[in-house]
């Protein structure tokens, strides 16, 4: 049911999964969903849907974690496929409406770095890390270089931050945790998955195999939920010619439009790469190191979240995504949908409609596609 009506982005998500398994259902307590939130902020890749994994686990195991995960899932992922398959049938590169998602991408990704900004990087040391890391992105222009600039920025943070405070005193709780066996396996399975796929994907010319890679990387290396996965993905689909920026912006335009994970933005793109089968391939692979993250974290969490060098490499990490997903605003979002005064203006509506009157995604962006529609009428 939440994968049907859960609108509203991660945190949103987060206030739904503690209504209904909190507070209703009571399958697990407050100090143990809250130390699971904590988990899933720390790690990378879609908390929302890692705190749903765990949440799963704990009730039923790994097949309650698979179950969970579908449930979550599974409903904005065929949508978002369907919607793949509909615009595969029609030369959508210079519609209005899709001209009008393009808008309310420049938007959402805004009120993103807006958000995300003010939270994670509020002062001047770490909008500095922001900023260079903005500019170095947009020079630098890989998806390889992003993830040097994240670990440079980790860095940066183990050395200006090391004397963060620890303020939290939440304990662990006897909320059942994978057994360190396996724990360790799923760990030592994330991290050879990361090193041997791009071997592999050079020995083996398989369409398979680089739809799996790109998107399990893209999974595995981003910080910050859902929106930060926009650079890495546009530029693992794009520069390899599997689809146009307009394609990729009118699917992320899209996805803001119904409920569930952000990531089943993966849905979208593989089926525009590869039909039914790619669309089921990037979808698996994006989550996948979510699962193995949130499995092997688990047993471990209590003592790793207070390791002060830990805690001060994050809050580096932390600056460097706003810097990334700034860099994106400008690079593909603006430069692809800003293309005059007329777009600027609606696109400044829409940023204070999710912003300052609170609207619901998905109306705003029915309301961007009715724009760009009237603007193809004149």
């Not at 994330?190 to 796929?197: A, M, R, S």
């Not at 071997?199 to 195999?209: C, D, E, I, K, T």
């Not at 530029?235 to 920026?245: C, D, L, N, R, S």
């Not at 993250?293 to 209590?302: E, I, K, Q, R």
């Amino acid at each position: 049911m939440l994968g049907l009506t859960s609108f509203g982005g991660p945190v949103a998500h987060l206030g739904y999964f503690r209504e209904e398994y909190v507070r209703r259902r009571q399958w697990i307590d407050e100090r143990s969903y809250a130390d699971s939130v904590a988990l899933c902020q720390f790690l990378p890749g879609p908390a929302s849907s890692q705190v749903g994994i765990g949440i799963g686990y704990r009730r039923g195991g790994i097949p309650g974690a698979v179950l969970a995960w579908l449930g979550f899932t599974l409903p904005s992922a065929l949508a978002l496929a369907l919607f793949a398959y509909l615009c595969q049938g029609w030369d959508v590169t210079d519609a209005g409406w899709i001209h009008g998602l393009k808008l309310a991408a420049v938007a959402i990704v805004a009120q993103a770095v807006w958000g995300m900004g003010k939270s994670l990087a509020p002062n001047g040391g770490r909008a500095a890390i922001a900023i260079v890391t903005c500019a170095a992105t947009l020079l630098v222009g890989s998806a390889l270089g992003q993830i040097v600039l994240i670990a440079a920025a980790g860095l940066v943070g183990m050395i200006y931050y090391k004397d963060i405070s620890d303020t939290d005193s939440t304990t662990a709780t006897s909320s059942p945790a994978p057994h360190a066996r396996l724990a360790a396996g799923c760990l030592f399975l994330f991290f050879g998955l990361l090193v041997i796929l791009p071997v592999l994907r050079n020995m083996f010319a398989s369409p398979w195999l680089a739809i799996f890679d790109s998107f399990y990387r893209s999974g595995a290396l981003v910080f910050g939920g859902g929106h930060v996965m926009l650079p890495l993905l546009e530029k693992e689909v794009v520069p390899a010619g599997w689809m146009t920026e307009a394609q990729f912006l009118a699917g992320y335009g899209a996805t803001q439009a119904i409920p569930g994970p952000l990531s089943t933005f993966a849905a979208y793109l593989g089926f525009m790469i590869h039909g039914w089968g790619g669309a089921a391939v990037a979808t698996i692979a994006i989550f996948l190191p979510a699962f193995l993250l949130v499995m092997g974290a688990l047993p471990f969490w209590d003592v790793l979240r207070r390791q002060s060098q830990v805690k001060a490499a994050l809050t580096g990490v932390n600056a460097a995504v706003v810097g990334i997903l700034l860099a994106a605003l400008y690079d593909p979002v603006w430069v692809s949908a800003v293309r005059g005064p007329e777009d600027f203006a609606l696109a400044l509506a829409l940023f204070g409609a999710l912003v300052f009157w609170q609207l619901p995604p998905w109306t705003v962006v029915a309301a961007a596609a009715a724009g760009g529609m009237l603007f193809t009428l004149y």
